[in-house]
């Protein structure tokens, strides 16, 4: 018989969260890599864990339940609710717990989950918006890319663009492979974000942005920096700093936001004369389903169909392969639909290691 058809809600989620837990500890968050264990051997005992995920234990894997779970205890620890809890997150000021298991921040984790569990269940039910902004240094580059090319103005596309903050992304601060992007003052720093053979040093001018999401994070706002916020890995405090840079360059630089799926973001798009019109996303598509996914690409493919040599057109990707640890930074342009294979780089996006 089918392991899989005999297998309980409570067993499958624990699964999700070890399986979780190994990709934490990968890309270097050790402190959820062992709550995430724990948590998933308190659901096998049925403790409080349990009672947190109810009506939640038979979401689809895509659904990240386990980084929901996190970025509703996060939220209380940032807005002083859990203060035992924050002496084991460097997020708050305090000092990770060093162990692999992260046993001394184990008991303070589930005291959490017992006491705030509606407070921990709220945050269920939406996706996690990890709006990451290390993954602008991929897009940078392949901006950079485009304007070697045809030194047209940017009309940039988000889609799943959370809260939007890539679509600024041309204006933070890169270093390294021997060069720099960007202004020295910039609030988003990515000191060696770059490796390999750097892209092209062309100007870049973004003359548009326009995100669309399904439910959109105003990153202006105090809730919709603290949803930001609580979703970032609590032991990172380098991405939770150009979070913060990337919220301040939000307030200075407007950028349209649609609530909407991702297939109607791309159905709006049409092509300009005179301009680049350049679709972007990165780690969303194992979000999306399969009907979703198919009417994204029948959309970029149509686009491209309809560029000419004044009416450009590209498709700018950052996506996991499955079975690999790094994320090939993909560029397709129009008309003529040349792909390429600019770099690769961790999900979480730097450093980027550009190809020669």
């Known amino acids: 018989m089918d392991q899989a058809v005999t297998q309980t809600p409570v067993e499958r989620t624990a699964q999700r969260f070890e399986f979780q837990a190994l990709a934490c500890g990968a890309l270097g968050s050790s402190l959820y890599a062992g709550l995430l264990n724990h948590a998933a051997r308190d659901l096998r005992a049925g403790g409080p864990t349990v009672g947190v995920l109810e009506g939640h234990l038979d979401d689809p894997g895509r659904g990240a339940l386990a980084l929901r779970m996190l970025g509703g205890v996060h939220a209380l620890v940032l807005t002083g609710r859990a203060p035992e809890l924050a002496e084991f997150y460097p ?84 270093t390294g492979g021997g060069t720099s992007y960007g202004a020295p003052s910039s609030p988003v720093q990515m000191i060696d974000g770059w490796l390999g053979r750097p892209p092209p040093a062309a100007p870049v001018e973004v003359v548009s942005r326009i995100g669309g999401d399904l439910a959109p994070v105003d990153p202006v706002s105090e809730s919709g920096r603290l949803k930001l916020l609580a979703y970032v890995w609590a032991d990172q405090v380098e991405r939770l700093d150009r979070l913060r840079g990337a919220c301040q360059l939000a307030a200075e630089i407007p950028a349209q936001m649609r609530a909407e799926l991702a297939s109607e973001t791309i ?40 560029a000419t040599n004044s ?39 730097i450093p980027v290691t550009w190809s020669a």
Request: charged residues 20%; hydrophobic residues 40%; glycine residues 12%.
């Open 311 to 349: 009416a450009r057109f590209a498709h700018v990707s950052l996506e996991l392969v499955r079975g690999t640890t790094d994320t090939p930074v993909e560029l397709v342009t129009w008309p003529g639909r040349v792909s390429r294979r600019l770099g690769t780089a961790p999900p979480h996006g």
């Open 91 to 174: 997020s708050a000021g305090g000092q990770a717990d060093p162990g692999p298991e992260a046993e001394r921040a184990w008991p303070a984790m589930l005291g959490v989950l017992t006491e705030h569990a509606d407070d921990v269940r709220a945050w269920l039910g939406h996706p996690p918006q990890t709006n990451e902004v290390g993954r602008g240094a991929a897009l940078v580059g392949a901006l950079c890319h485009l304007a070697a090319g045809a030194r047209y103005p940017i009309r940039l596309v988000e889609i799943g663009a959370s809260a939007g903050l890539n679509l600024r992304a041309d204006m933070f601060r890169i």
């Open 267 to 306: 159905s709006r798009i049409a092509l300009e004369s005179g301009t680049w019109t350049v679709v972007w996303h990165s780690i969303m598509r194992q979000y999306l389903s399969p009907e979703q996914k198919d009417a994204i690409d029948r959309g970029i493919d149509a686009l491209g169909q309809q």
